[in-house]
């Protein structure tokens, strides 16, 4: 199986930029599409973004587009996600989580088999 590490999370204001990483190891990362969620307090887990195991397809949710942007590096085992434009409301920990490519990509939490622990932003006012 494989197993993923976030970085990249801070304290950061409001219309500022951040880029979160998430490292994989153990399977081939290739094997795998890939997504980002994020946990509000109090709130449930929401999807944020996907991307196909060949970083060919990407799939966003409605209140992230245009501001993120989800990419891969295969040869280097490494997942990031680029946040732009950043709003208070985007303050959650940041997860990163992997379902095996034959899977399509999705926002359907369910379905992902392999999960981060998670990297916290914070956007303040």
């Known amino acids: 199986q494989v197993q993923l590490v976030e970085s990249g999370g801070g304290l950061v204001q409001a219309g500022g930029s951040l880029k979160l990483s998430c490292a994989a190891s153990?399977?081939?990362?290739?094997?795998?599409?890939m997504g980002w969620f994020r946990q509000a307090p109090g709130k449930e887990r929401a999807f944020v973004a996907a991307?196909?195991?060949?970083?060919?397809?990407?799939y966003y949710a409605d209140s992230v587009k245009g501001r993120f942007t989800i990419s891969r590096d295969n040869a280097g085992n490494t997942l990031y996600l680029q946040m732009k434009s950043l709003k208070p409301e985007d303050t959650a920990v940041y997860y990163c989580?992997?379902?095996?490519?034959?899977?399509?990509?999705?926002?359907?939490?369910?379905?992902?088999?392999?999960w981060g622990q998670g990297t916290q932003v914070t956007v303040s006012s």
């Open positions: 989580a992997a379902r095996r490519r034959t899977v399509a990509i999705g926002a359907d939490d369910g379905r992902y088999d392999h």
């Open positions: 153990g399977r081939i990362f290739s094997s795998y599409n």
């Open positions: 991307i196909s195991w060949s970083g060919g397809s990407t």
